[in-house]
């Protein structure tokens, strides 16, 4: 294998992961007397809060995505490596990368966030998929918006077609968006465009195994959430544990639920990277931490973002931007302390709140700096939108999604609505039901079927 030397006696910082936290981690290095190398098997840093808005066609991949090479381009102490570390000597103080390179580190800094978790049934993945990725919203805007052509496309051919049902399974922040978005699409931006189907029509389900949706967030947001979901059209069940995914169905609490389109946002799992650390991991595969975010032994090394169990005030804290942000920041503090010979500050994490929009023109937020309040509605939509724009890095995508959520909110039509790749769904019947109201009586029958 090739070993990477740079030839620099100054020590080195290998960042694993152009998330949140590793792009942070990196940019505040700038300052310090250290070499940073960024290794990522993507080009780009993602701005995944606003990943559902992809998958529903407000927004095109270039909006929310800027490579991590023009993110650090004017930084002299940063370089980036576009591969994947696939093993981690932590003794010998590399890591091995997919190309066959190794490269050497004084610091390792793992954040590679974390992945779908389908609770040991990887098999529903081809039929449920998940929001991670870039690739992931394209192949949820392509079901989506395929869903609608299909079944226009079999009412001409057919006279009739299958209920348009979507069902979104788990009701945390990210199935709340998408339920919300898909309602939005066909009660608003889709209901003019076809002429033998009526998109209004189209039923949403939002299943969780919980009591109630947004589960992390206070009781009175949590009830908001469902009563704005359910004006919206959303039919939202609680206490529906899902027990089987397959090709066009959904089965929970013993009922099975035909499904056009189904989607997965109930569980994740940390990235396998964690575990060639040797250290200790919870349940997700999450890295635990100590307050200066090392694993057991290991001091060189810092867990960041989605891929670290750290708890504070006896609570784990959560997987999000903002506490991926401020661990990346926080490395940059603790290395500079080992560089002055002084004592490493402990990391503690700032919560300023969270928020989760519902649609067109709702969210909810429980804002906790610069002064605390619940908020809901339209108040809490603004205060979202202008967050949003805020963090996301590159003058150029603040205005180009500034521009995109005005052009939708006042001409009610979303630029990005394109279907790539093939044009099957899974579970698609393009069966023609026998006898002359046969195919009326099917849709019908299908249509009860979760009621």
Not at 208 to 217: E, I, K, Q, S, T
Request: with cysteine.
């Amino acid at each position: 294998m090739t070993r990477l030397k740079t030839g620099a006696k100054r020590p080195r910082v290998v960042i694993v992961g152009g998330g949140f936290a590793g792009i942070h981690a990196a940019q505040a290095l700038a300052d310090l007397d250290v070499d940073a190398t960024v290794v990522d098997r993507r080009n780009h840093h993602l701005f995944q809060p606003l990943l559902y808005q992809v998958a529903l066609a407000v927004l095109s991949p270039a909006d929310i995505a800027e490579p991590i090479r023009s993110i650090l381009r004017h930084q002299s102490n940063a370089e980036v490596l576009m591969d994947e570390v696939v093993g981690i000597d932590v003794n010998a103080r590399y890591v091995t990368l997919a190309s066959g390179a190794q490269v050497a580190y004084d610091y390792l800094a793992l954040a590679t966030g974390a992945s779908h978790s389908y609770f040991g049934h990887n098999d529903w993945a081809p039929f449920a998929p998940g929001l991670k990725t870039i690739e992931d919203a394209i192949e949820i805007r392509r079901r989506v918006l395929l869903a609608f052509e299909l079944a226009e496309r079999h009412k001409v051919e057919h006279g009739w077609h299958p209920p348009l049902n979507f069902v979104v399974i788990g009701a945390g922040p990210t199935g709340v968006e998408l339920a919300g978005a898909i309602c939005d699409i066909a009660q608003l931006y889709m209901r003019h465009d076809f002429r033998h189907i009526d998109p209004t029509k189209a039923r949403v389900l939002l299943l969780d195994g919980g009591p109630r949706v947004l589960a992390a967030y206070p009781e009175d947001l949590s009830a908001k959430a469902e009563e704005t979901l359910k004006r919206l059209g959303v039919e939202v069940h609680t206490g529906m544990a899902v027990s089987g995914v397959g090709p066009g169905w959904v089965e929970a609490n013993g009922q099975r639920i035909e499904s056009a389109v189904t989607l997965w946002a109930a569980g994740v799992l940390a990235s396998a990277l964690g575990k060639m650390l040797g250290a200790p991991v919870d349940k997700r595969g999450c890295v635990l931490v100590d307050d200066r975010l090392n694993p057991p032994g290991l001091p060189e090394v810092f867990v960041l973002g989605d891929l670290a169990h750290f708890e504070q005030d006896g609570r784990q804290v959560p997987g999000v931007a903002q506490p991926a942000m401020q661990m990346g920041d926080h490395v940059a503090k603790m290395i500079a302390a080992d560089l002055d010979g002084k004592t490493r500050p402990a990391f503690r994490y700032f919560d300023k709140g969270d928020m989760a929009t519902i649609g067109r023109t709702d969210a909810v937020a429980d804002v906790k700096w610069p002064f605390k309040a619940h908020m809901s509605g339209m108040p809490a939509w603004v205060t979202w939108l202008t967050v949003h724009i805020f963090f996301l890095i590159g003058f150029r995508n603040r205005v180009s999604v500034f521009m995109a959520w005005i052009w939708t909110y006042f001409t009610f039509t979303r630029s990005a609505r394109l279907i790539t790749g093939d044009q099957n769904l899974p579970g698609w019947r393009e069966e023609v039901a026998a006898g002359p109201h046969g195919g009326a009586a099917r849709e019908e029958e299908v249509a009860r079927s979760v009621e």
